[in-house]
């Protein structure tokens, strides 16, 4: 079984800053898609990014496109987003996601249906 746990949310003002970070266990970085979703109230679940941990390729969202960045500790089974120059829009429940595959590699876009596993969430607030 795959387990997946975030942490580092909470409450901060426009243009601050906060880093996610998810821990995985049971669960294997080499060559497989990872990523970052989140769901504001009253909206649909969004893609944030992705990362291959084959190296070479990241995705972003265009809405968070040169402010959030997702990077993976291998050695520390981690997943992080560091975001930057947070706006209120941002604010929403955010959740990392595994995949078994690559299947993230090269598109344009983020599917949900790529990732079996998810983690319970944590929730981000951005204050005007």
């Known amino acids: 079984q795959v387990q997946l746990v975030e942490s580092g949310g909470g409450s901060v003002q426009a243009g601050g800053s906060l880093r996610l970070s998810c821990a995985a266990s049971e669960y294997s970085y080499m060559s497989v898609c990872m990523g970052w979703f989140r769901q504001a109230p009253g909206k649909e679940r969004e893609g944030v990014a992705t990362i291959y941990s084959g190296g070479g390729y990241t995705y972003y969202a265009d809405s968070v496109e040169g402010r959030f960045t997702i990077s993976l500790d291998n050695a520390k089974n981690t997943l992080f987003l560091q975001m930057d120059s947070l706006k209120p829009e941002d604010t929403a429940m955010y959740y990392c996601?595994?995949?078994?595959?690559?299947?993230?590699?090269?598109?344009?876009?983020?599917?949900?249906?790529?990732?079996?596993?998810w983690g319970q969430g944590t929730q981000v607030t951005v204050s005007s």
């Open positions: 996601a595994a995949s078994l595959h690559g299947a993230c590699v090269g598109r344009t876009f983020i599917e949900s249906t790529w990732f079996p596993y």
